[in-house]
């Protein structure tokens, strides 16, 4: 048993912010008591001096990607080919594959992420690599095998045959070993003919509990190609049954109204990726329209094409998109960037007991302890309150004001 004493935000309810200065008792990995410090002995673990949040949850990061971070200028199609495929295809070495995995692992938890649903490798050894290494770290991380059979170079490519033996050996390996699980990943439907969406879908009908996760309507140029080759985006998941409620489907940006019918009616979530949408020029994502058409919505870094690891970069930049959004966007508070970033990224996730740190959730938590005099430090200091202070971690916090993060009550950092 273990108690902690600190300043404790939450989400439990989606847009109300959840503030405790007092305590939180963890047993066995689960918070099993709540409230004012008075209520309890004296704490164990004193982490007074900035806030305790929810473990950070990224439902969209590519792990091949580490090394692309910060290629700007570019589309998305211009992109893929300059920088990100040629940094894919160098995980064919199993050497490189492995140092990737640990600066990739790494990344996520120097960030506060716990939990993260991540776009592997398009080499079954490298995906290895990464749930070998999110397993000796501790993190939350479902993920699998990067499928396609056209478009991308060569060396990317597999066939539907291979892509099903090595996706079913991969899921038996990994798929609810400790804290893993096995999604299946076509890398977008531009590079995959029908018959590896046949594929995707017999891995998803042989692995039960496996998620599927894919990108959708991120860029116009590559929206018109999916057009000539498919016809429809979402349609072209949502034809071979690869839509449901534990699909995910990275950016959005450009859906027709009755795509997100589709999304709604199956239950599949959004990953929202505004640093990518920002830095790839893809474009301001519509998150009223999602809203109304009762489409779940969580936060993704997609690093790399995404800006960093940091989850709360992540908020700010959705903030920032809804404000250039005028009329049509959603204004956004504190609480809903920490609800977008926690618990909806639990609940896109299908993790009913994490993402915010209420009685009988799992004690995942990062304490946001700014260095003494800093700015974040002074903001914290002067804050006017809860929401006041979580809207300065959301404008100031990075990695380096990670103190300490938990995954089920084991420290995994700091
Ligand atoms: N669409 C297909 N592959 C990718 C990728 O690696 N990043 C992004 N942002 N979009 C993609
Ligand atoms: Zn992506």
Redesign the pocket.
């Known amino acids: 048993m273990t108690l902690y004493r600190g300043t404790f935000l939450d989400t439990p309810v989606a847009g109300a912010l959840r503030a405790l200065d007092g305590v939180l008792q963890v047993e066995d990995g689960v918070v099993v008591a709540r409230g004012p410090a008075e209520d309890f002995p004296a704490a164990d673990v004193d982490l007074r001096g900035g806030v305790v949040l929810p473990g950070l949850v990224d439902t969209h990061v590519?792990f091949p990607?580490v090394r692309a971070i910060g290629g700007l200028g570019m589309p998305?199609l211009d992109w893929?080919d300059e920088c990100?495929l040629p940094e894919e295809a160098r995980l064919a070495a199993p050497d490189y594959a492995a140092s990737v995995a640990a600066e990739f692992v790494d990344g996520l938890a120097r960030a506060g992420t716990t939990t993260a649903l991540v776009?592997g490798s398009h080499f079954a050894q490298a995906v290895d690599a990464l749930f070998t290494e999110a397993a000796r770290v501790g993190l939350r991380v479902t993920s699998g095998l990067v499928v396609s059979d056209r478009l991308l170079p060569p060396e990317l490519l597999t066939s539907p045959e291979r892509a099903l033996d090595e996706g079913r050996a991969l899921a038996e390996r990994w798929h609810g070993v400790g804290r893993a699980r096995y999604a299946v990943t076509p890398?977008?439907s531009?590079?995959c003919s029908t018959s590896m969406l046949e594929s995707c879908a017999s891995v998803l009908e042989a692995v039960p509990g496996a998620f599927f996760t894919s990108?959708v309507n991120?860029n116009l140029a590559?929206v018109a190609a999916v057009a000539d080759l498919h016809g429809g985006y979402v349609d072209s998941y949502d034809r071979f049954g690869l839509l449901g409620p534990a699909s995910v489907l990275?950016?959005d940006v450009h859906p027709t109204d009755a795509e997100l019918a589709v999304l709604g009616s199956r239950g599949t979530a959004v990953a929202h990726?505004p640093t990518?949408n920002a830095a790839?020029g893809s474009g301001l994502f519509p998150l009223r329209r999602h809203r109304a058409a009762g489409v779940r919505v969580a936060l993704g870094s997609?690093v790399g094409?995404g800006t960093g690891f940091c989850l709360l970069k992540e908020g700010l930049q959705a903030y920032f998109g809804q404000r250039l959004l005028g009329d049509e966007g959603e204004p956004l508070t504190p609480a809903d960037l920490l609800h977008l970033a926690t618990a909806a990224g639990a609940d896109a996730l299908g993790l009913p007991d994490v993402g915010h740190l209420s009685v009988g959730m799992r004690f995942d938590a990062v304490w946001v302890r700014p260095t003494d005099g800093c700015t974040l430090d002074v903001a914290l200091r002067t804050a006017a309150g809860p929401d006041a202070a979580l809207a300065k971690v959301f404008a100031l916090a990075g990695p380096p004001d990670m103190a300490g993060v938990w995954v089920d009550g084991t420290r995994i950092r700091g």
Do not use: I, T, V, Y
Request: aromatic share 10%; hydrophobic share 45%; net charge negative.
């Open positions: 590519h990607q998305l893929l990100a776009f890398r977008f531009l590079s990108h991120e590559e990275a950016h990726c990518s790839l997609d094409a």
